[in-house]
T-cell receptor, first 112, second 114 residues
Framework: EAQVTQNPRYLITVTGKKLTVTCSQNMNHEYMSWYRQDPGLGLRQIYY???????DKGDVPEGYKVSRKEKRNFPLILESPSPNQTSLYFC???????????FGDGTRLSIL | AQKVTQAQTEISVVEKEDVTLDCVYE???????LFWYKQPPSGELVFLIR??????QNEISGRYSWNFQKSTSSFNFTITASQVVDSAVYFC???????????FGKGTMLLVSP
């Protein structure tokens, strides 16, 4: 089954404790992105990647890191999480530029 | 400047009513793509439609239809004979980046009651 898989789905943690949210897609897609969803703000892009080793900042990259060492994986790293990063996070992938993005089921992070 | 505006924050209708969700976008590019996504209460994001800037034909898919008008920079979404299962948050999104990055509107929550 074609899918984008995020882990964990839920996480409650404390300020400053490094965490990684994994994202994996099995569709051989070139493009991958991370978004965060906050009430009243919709979804905002954090980072995106056009291919292996090619990443760039989205609209809200502060406090986040990403890497794309393999085509299928695009982890989101919070080196020192803070409460304002409490949010619902989505990973997405698309086959090519401008094609519909397939979204993972989301990861709900709570930073205390 | 906000690139995608969904002015309706929340809409409530009774089952079988028709409802239109508005989307107004802003871009300087001549080539761009518009999307609608649905987010049901379970939380996942479901792709509904993609439209490129050169194709102004309206689209109908079952009870769903989309009206794309470049002259007014709008890409509105109509649900005919709404059903309870249509209750969700609907997002309009724009891709004018060339890098498959989406700029989303803030979403419209549609509540369809029996």
């Amino acid at each position: 089954e074609a899918q984008v898989t995020q882990n964990p789905r839920y996480l409650i943690t404390v300020t400053g404790k490094k965490l990684t949210v994994t994202c994996s897609q099995n569709m051989n897609h070139e493009y991958m992105s991370w978004y965060r969803q906050d009430p009243g703000l919709g979804l905002r892009q954090i980072y995106y990647s056009m291919n292996v080793e090619v990443t760039d900042k989205g609209d809200v990259p502060e406090g986040y890191k990403v890497s794309r060492k393999e085509k299928r994986n695009f982890p989101l790293i919070l080196e020192s999480p803070s409460p304002n990063q409490t949010s619902l996070y989505f990973c997405a992938s698309s086959y090519r530029n401008n094609q519909p993005q397939h979204f993972g089921d989301g990861t709900r992070l709570s930073i205390l | 400047a906000q690139k995608v505006t969904q002015a309706q924050t929340e809409i409530s209708v009774v089952e079988k009513e028709d409802v239109t969700l508005d989307c107004v976008y802003e871009t300087r590019d001549t080539t761009y793509y518009l999307f609608w996504y649905k987010q049901p209460p379970s939380g996942e994001l479901v792709f509904l439609i993609r439209r490129n800037s050169f194709d102004e034909q309206n689209e109908i898919s079952g009870r769903y239809s989309w009206n794309f008008q470049k002259s007014t920079s709008s890409f509105n979404f109509t649900i005919t004979a709404s059903q309870v299962v249509d209750s969700a948050v609907y997002f309009c999104a724009l891709d004018d980046s060339g890098y498959s990055t989406l700029t989303f509107g803030k979403g419209t929550m549609l509540l369809v009651s029996p």
